[in-house]
């Protein structure tokens, strides 16, 4: 009974219960099956063995990010690319349309997605007419990076059958001239969601083909395992994308770990045929009922009791009907599923908490381990109840570094200390799990762990300092804490006996080396199910 792989000689951050560090690792057939000193190892080497002699490099648990959008950020592939790093103003995002509408037939929908209005040279959201300037002949969405705000040009709102006189949706807004009424072409929340697919109702704008899903997936995946991703929660799967995940996984091709949030509208479904969360394989499971309550930190639609501090007429979006949100939290809790709702401002988490203190109340349920995604704008109040009900807190990890510089002047000093509250969660001992909401923002973990520990904005500024965590808090968030919040943790999250063997091999410790050279680390190999799916090419 030879190990299949080796590795020797460095430093193994196991993050088991007593943060034993190892010299170490043996695996066979995908799981770990001794770790220990070089010298314990060596012995179960065969002729057959790998043996990767690590040379001093440090070992960690593979890392999974708890929230982000892999089959929403497959589809964007095919998508004219409008992010921060790709354009600056409003006038090369029209180019970039332009440039696309030169090669895509004449009334097809023409996508373009990530632009931030907080960083664009006007400071503004473009408009339909601003679209209009690329062409008249396509429908056009351009999504913002938060993901809950979009423009349509003109051809685009005569399809959506947007005009002066649609009234908003029910959780959304359709932003107006105030002169004239007309639609501006920008749409928030529930606005932007009914023009995608629905249960029940043919979409709007006609969602990817499978293969082209598929090939977007998997070009992700090739980039998330050279960051050191071996499992995502993927936060929200519309049905073509869990027919896409099912094939890929029927090819054996699909090669990282997902665990799929299911949207509340398919709950009956699930229910009739008894798929409760945590059915599938170690590959592909199913994970919770997804329910959103308001909007983005990013797009200044999270729901607050306090207006935005550079806004005071702007207290957010509720995205849903609170009837609706007390009567899907009942009714997928008592069937035993897991949720996980999407909830950035006090207003959304504390509604969001009321509709789970009453669920509990009329069904009792141990180890629900419910999650709050993101939960953002908190206080003592809401940890001491997320403490005493046992949900779980799914924080962003790379948005104080990342979108920090615009969130301080959405939320000021005294809330922006509250804002992704690691260091109060684990002080209380509440498990928290970090997550990156790609593509609303970067995705290598990191990077994430560099922004949590230091607390620092991408222009130097401090983001709540007295949030910040170590790296070792850290490191658990993306590993043992996260494979907990998706109920895996006993094969998953740490280097132990009998776990998957999901690792990644680091240039430095991480633990060690000093906080602000953490987003420097690379990840040189890594290792999921005992295969060697990445290895960094070192130059001779």
Not at 11 to 38: L, R
Not at 178 to 185: A, M, Q, R, S
Request: charged share 25%; with cysteine.
């Amino acid at each position: 009974m030879f190990a299949d792989l080796i590795l020797l000689n460095g430093i193994i951050i196991t993050m088991d219960s007593v943060d034993t560090v190892a010299e170490a690792v043996a695996i066979k057939d995908g799981k770990i099956i001794k770790v220990g000193t070089s010298e314990e190892i060596t012995k179960d080497a065969g002729k057959e063995t790998k043996v990767i002699d690590l040379k001093g490099k440090t070992v960690a648990p593979g890392f999974i990010d708890a929230h982000q959008h892999l089959s929403m950020a497959a589809e964007h592939l095919a998508s004219v690319n409008c992010t921060p790093e790709s354009v600056k103003s409003i006038s090369e995002i029209v180019e970039r349309i332009r440039e696309r509408a030169l090669r895509t037939p004449r009334g097809e929908w023409i996508r373009c997605v990530g632009y931030d209005d907080t960083r664009l040279t006007e400071k503004k959201h473009p408009n339909r007419w601003d679209l209009d300037k690329a062409t008249t002949e396509h429908p056009i969405i351009l999504t913002h990076i938060g993901g809950h705000t979009g423009v349509l040009n003109s051809k685009g709102l005569e399809l959506a059958n947007i005009t002066k006189n649609t009234l908003d949706p029910v959780g959304g807004h359709i932003e107006r001239d105030p002169k004239t009424n007309e639609p501006t072409g920008v749409i928030h929340e529930a606005a932007l969601t009914a023009l995608t697919p629905s249960k029940g109702k043919p979409p709007i704008i006609p969602p990817l083909k499978k293969e082209e899903l598929m090939k977007g997936i998997k070009q992700l995946i090739e980039r998330y395992v050279k960051v050191g991703l071996t499992s995502i929660v993927d936060a929200w799967v519309s049905p073509n994308a869990i027919e896409a995940y099912i094939e890929l996984l029927r090819r054996n091709e699909l090669s990282i770990r997902v665990y799929m949030a299911i949207w509340y509208e398919y709950l009956h479904e699930l229910k009739t045929l008894r798929l409760l969360t945590g059915f599938g394989n170690d590959y592909l499971r199913i994970g919770p009922i997804k329910i959103i309550v308001d909007g983005a930190m990013a797009g200044r639609t999270a729901a607050l009791y306090k207006p935005y501090t550079d806004n005071p007429d702007s207290y957010g979006i509720l995205a849903i009907d609170i009837e609706k949100l007390n009567e899907v939290i009942s009714d997928a809790h008592e069937a035993g599923f897991q949720l996980a709702v999407h909830a950035n401002g006090d207003k959304a988490i504390d509604l969001t908490l009321k509709a789970f203190e009453k669920a509990l109340k009329e069904f009792p349920r141990k180890n629900h381990r419910h999650r709050i995604e993101h939960c953002s704008v908190v206080n003592p109040k809401i940890i001491e109840r997320i403490k005493r009900l046992g949900i779980m807190p799914i924080l962003f990890a790379v948005y104080p570094y990342y979108h920090g510089d615009k969130l301080i002047p959405a939320f000021g000093p005294e809330r922006v200390s509250w804002l992704m509250a690691y260091r109060s969660f684990l002080d209380e001992g509440v498990k928290v799990a970090s997550h990156s909401d790609y593509p609303c923002s970067p995705y290598p973990p990191l990077l994430g762990i560099y922004s949590i520990v230091n607390r620092v904005t991408m222009e130097g500024n401090p983001f709540g300092p007295e949030q910040h965590i170590t790296p070792k808090e850290a490191l658990h968030t993306y590993t043992t804490y996260a494979a907990y919040s998706t109920f895996e943790e006993n094969i998953k999250g740490s280097i132990e006996l009998g776990k998957l063997a999901d690792l990644v091999v680091l240039s430095e410790n991480p633990l060690t080396t000093p906080p602000k050279k953490i987003k420097d680390i690379d990840v040189e190999t890594t290792i999921i199910g005992g295969k060697i799916v990445y290895q960094k090419r070192i130059a001779a």
